[in-house]
């Protein structure tokens, strides 16, 4: 029996009218803005018509308060799965063209659906954030709908990656469910981000602010380190959504996306060496190792522009799927302070939740002293970096290229906390402290007696460092497994990952640890 012609045009249209969102003339407003449409931006992230819609045809059944017959076509929000790069991706974009993006009841019905078939299916989640809020005419029923999305990012927490890209207005209760993911993409010009807003701290507080000093994407990269990423524009944002699923497995229980070549590449790299200073004070740029070890010198940064004395970010070698963490010795002298140490704990557990091994090189002078750090808790972030290095399981190698001192050189994956392999390079000096402060309290006595306080206290330094310092007595007493040429650093490392992959750790049962937050 065939369907009748008038049920097929029903559909049609019903189709049609979904599919229009807020009318041709304000979709090309938004282009004229330089900004996509809520469906276009899935259509961006997505692999030609592999985009499988959920809720075409949802509706709220508002029915008061000025919404009375006023239609709102997929009730503000676009949700369902496409393929990346081959691999499904459950996708939702709000469209601020449909009542402001506003969430009410069914809205977030649809997303707390698309969340519940990404977990069953173990695929990742990206959300397109573009919304003026709780929909006021749906009352309390709009805050249990942000309660129940809120309770779907934490059960689904470390079970599969969650980006949300912020690419509108995400303000007061909005901005939580962003805040619950773990990656976060930001548009430069066209969004905005905050809990309360210009006007409402002035009538709360009396202090004058901007939209740009509290919500902007800048302040939000260099000042608060809410978000990981800047995006020039929509299309920017989504090629960085791409690029960063590229790393990520689709799920806890799978590995990462390797590349794995029949051959491993051994081959020495010279140009590595060249990077370090001849001058062992002097600061290098310690993305040049990075990029120099990383296959074909892809390094995708984390948080780049937010504490930048500690680098964190993917990349791959000899086509292993690694995370890494650096300290950079051309912000602070690379020494952790607060936001460091929170990026770093940060990133680690994410890299463990996910099976990525965790590669960490070290040049690292200690804590950061002063008093706002010891007012702000140094000592509680600090402990972070070493919680969340040694409650890691996944694959752990250290390439020890300069200082490692004090507390510092365990917070960065000592031997003792829990690094699976540990390398250091000739330059390193690993010790309690610096060997000029060393000597300073070893041989104060000494120093003010020296006729030549000068000649004698180079003495000093170059014996402190020799006998207690030198990477060759920490390798003597098995904390660094070998002492190698800088240049042999991406084969031992590629190497040592090879022999990791299949790495079992049994620890005590627990529920979890208290990360000292």
Known sequence: MAIDESVLAELEKRRNEALASGGPERLAKRHEQGRLGARERLDQLYAAHTFQEFGLHAQSQTRHFGMADKKLPTDGVITGVGYVD???VAGFSQDFMVAGGSLG???AQKICTLMDHAGKGGMPIVGFNDSGGARIQDGVESMSGYGQV????????????????IAGPCAGGAAYSPALMD???????????????????RAATGQITTMDEIGSAEAHARVSGNIHFVAEDDAHAIAITRELLSYL?????????????????????????????ADAKSAFDVKEV???????????EVQADFAGNLVVGFGRIDGIVVGVVANQ???????LDIDASDKGARFIRFCNAFNIPIVSFVDVPGFMPGVQQEKGGIIRHGAKMLFAYGATTVPKLTVIMRKAYGGAYLAMCSRDMGADLVLAWPTAEIAVMGAEGAVNILYRGELE??????????????????????????????????????????SALSLGLRSMLSKREARPPKKHGNIPL
Do not use: W
Not at 252 to 272: C, G, K, R, Y
Not at 290 to 300: A, C, E, H, N
């Open 150 to 165: 809120f309770n779907r990012n934490v059960l689904l927490s470390g079970v599969v990656p969650q980006i949300a890209v």
């Open 329 to 335: 010795p051309m912000v602070k002298a690379g020494t």
């Open 290 to 300: 990075i990029t120099r070890v990383t296959d074909d010198g892809r390094f995708l």
């Open 105 to 107: 009841k069914v809205h």
């Open 183 to 201: 990656f976060l993409i930001m548009t430069r010009s066209s969004a905005h981000m905050f809990i309360c807003g210009p006007e409402v701290i």
């Open 249 to 277: 497995p689709a799920n806890n229980m799978v590995d990462p996306p390797h590349q794995f070549d029949d051959e491993l590449t051994l081959a020495d790299d010279e140009s590595i060496e060249q990077v370090l200073p």
């Open 86 to 88: 081959g691999r499904p």
């Open 449 to 490: 007696e020296a006729e030549d306080k000068a000649a004698r206290r180079a003495e000093l330094v170059d014996e402190y460092r020799d006998a207690f310092a030198s990477p060759y007595m920490s390798a003597g007493l098995t904390f660094v497994h070998d002492v190698i040429e800088p240049r042999r650093t991406k």
